[in-house]
Every structure is written in structure tokens, then in C-alpha cells.
């Protein structure tokens, strides 16, 4: 199973455009966090078919009309500010903030944690676990545009940028 993860879109939607192309054929999308706008969950409802899980990052404003937003999607499921799942049987937690996911980690109860804030790219382990901050959507903070694709049966994540 292949799980596209990204972060800190803060409004972008060209970029989110061609990652959701080139995200396609992936069999799950998680998103941690600053969407921004509601327009961005319908485009992100719009734009992959398969299930989506997001959550909530600190420039998350308008979270009512986000959440009615995402309520016309049926694949989109909004976690709040911390989401644990299950997908290709790997236990996986998602937090926007990076101080989180590192305690998350240590944890030693997850495969993977995902997390962004910061608009760094990481692929890091601690442990048996592996740490995915995948960048920025945006790509203003850092001028690099990048998400993460992480594979459930060789549990490695790569990192892909967009021109």
C-alpha cells in the first residue's frame, strides 16, 4: 500500500494540483495539517478518490466551514488535531507539530509518524519507527515544493519535490 503524505498547503493550489496528479495511483492521502481555506478541502475531496485523513494544524481558521466542507466527502476523514490509524497493517499517528511527533515515536507503538509545522522535509527513524515530516505544499517558506510517499510493505518513505 502506498500513503501519500503531506503538509502545510497554506492555500497553494496549484501545487497541491500536481501533487494530487502525481499522487493518483497512491491508495491513501494524509494531510498534517494547514490546509488553510476551505476551498482546499475541496480540492483535495475532488482531486483524490481514495480515502483521505487530515489534521487540524495551527492555521487551520475557519474550522467550521472546513468541516462542512469536508462533510461532502465521504473518503475525507477529519481527525482533529491528532490522528491514529491503521493502513496496511501499520499503526501510524498524525500530528501537525514536530515536538509531538518525536514523543509520539518514542512511543515505540507506531510504524510511522507524520507531522509538519516546521515545512521541513525529514525522513528520520527512532527505533523500529519511522519520522516523515514531508515539507511544504506552499513552497514559500523554503522554496521547495515536497510530500512523502511511504510504502506499508518495505516500510520505507521516499521523498518526492515538485518543479
Known amino acids: 500500500m502506498q500513503i501519500v503524505i503531506i503538509s502545510d498547503i497554506h492555500d497553494s ?8 496528479d502525481q499522487a493518483s495511483a497512491a491508495d491513501v492521502l494524509i494531510c498534517c495539517g494547514d490546509l488553510c481555506s476551505p ?4 480540492q483535495l475531496g475532488e482531486g483524490f478518490a481514495k480515502p483521505i485523513h487530515v489534521v487540524f494544524g495551527n492555521n487551520d481558521g475557519d474550522l467550521f466551514r472546513i468541516t462542512q466542507q469536508a462533510s461532502r466527502f465521504s473518503h475525507m476523514t477529519l481527525h482533529g488535531e491528532f490522528a491514529e490509524l491503521t493502513c496496511g497493517g501499520k499503526r501510524i499517528a498524525v500530528s501537525h507539530f514536530p515536538e509531538i511527533a518525536r514523543a509520539l515515536a518514542a512511543s515505540d507503538r507506531y510504524d510511522l509518524v507524520c507531522y509538519g509545522h516546521d515545512h521541513q522535509h525529514v525522513i528520520d527513524t527512532d527505533g523500529g519507527t519511522v519520522i516523515v515530516n514531508p515539507g511544504e505544499v506552499y513552497g514559500g517558506l523554503t522554496g521547495i515544493t515536497s510530500y512523502a510517499v511511504y510504502d506499508t510493505v518495505t516500510g520505507v518513505a521516499k521523498r518526492r519535490d515538485v518543479d
Open 13 to 20: 493550489r496549484d501545487h497541491l494540483g500536481v501533487i494530487l
Open 39 to 42: 476551498f482546499i478541502v475541496v
